[in-house]
């Protein structure tokens, strides 16, 4: 890890791509785990767009503990030590294939949501739009939430099976993987595109690639150094930069 430690602080821009992995230290399941949604039911469905609006229930009955007690969950070690380094100037920029907000109240400022997030809902007939606190009331009584201007469907600000993702938000995220010279990527499988291929820019501008993840990933081979524990490697990392990864921020 020392390596690590070596090129983190001889970067000039350093972007992190995080995945479902580093959130379930705050206990929020991952997809492909031995403990991941994918196991439980069919994610595929839940984050179908087709499938949405045909049965809402669906999403909002199977999605309550993965989204809707989000407020209930904390930042962990990981998301502090993030928030930490980008203070520092070490790192530029987060990229997150995740839509729990936890970058965010870890202190973590330019935070590119490549998903989308739950923090905002949008009534998919008339535009209007709900914060994350009011659906979640909802969704916690076990009511599908409806649209108190038009009766409209209302849905997540979450990118979906079958929909665009947001043309400035991935432009955005290309523009700064393209810039870094040292890409770290944090608890993604890098399965699913196209956040998947970040770190190819990165690789083609002559940067460096790390990845820390404990499976297999399309980008294992091109990776200047691979790590399996994540918690592992953070607390190194924290304990040799002397990183505030306590409760409070």
Known sequence: MQEL????QNSKYCVILTGAGISTLSGIPDFRGKDGIYNK?????????E???KDPSYFYTHSRELIYELDKKEPNIIHKALSELEKRGIVKAVITQNIDMLHQRAGSVNVIEVHGSSRNHTCLACGKKYSFEYVADLVKNE???MCNECGGLIKPDVIFYGEMLEHEVIQKAI????KADLIIVLGSS???QPAASLPLYTLDNGGDLVIVNNMPTPLDNPAKNKYDDLVEVVNYLAE???????EHI
């Open 240 to 246: 040799k930069m002397n990183l505030d990864v306590s």
């Open 51 to 53: 499938y949405f609006n």
């Open 175 to 178: 523009d700064e993987s393209s």
């Open 143 to 145: 009511e599908i939430p």
């Open 5 to 8: 430690l070596n090129l983190l």
């Open 41 to 49: 039911f069919d994610a595929d469905l839940i984050f179908s767009l």
């Open 190 to 192: 890098l399965v699913v």
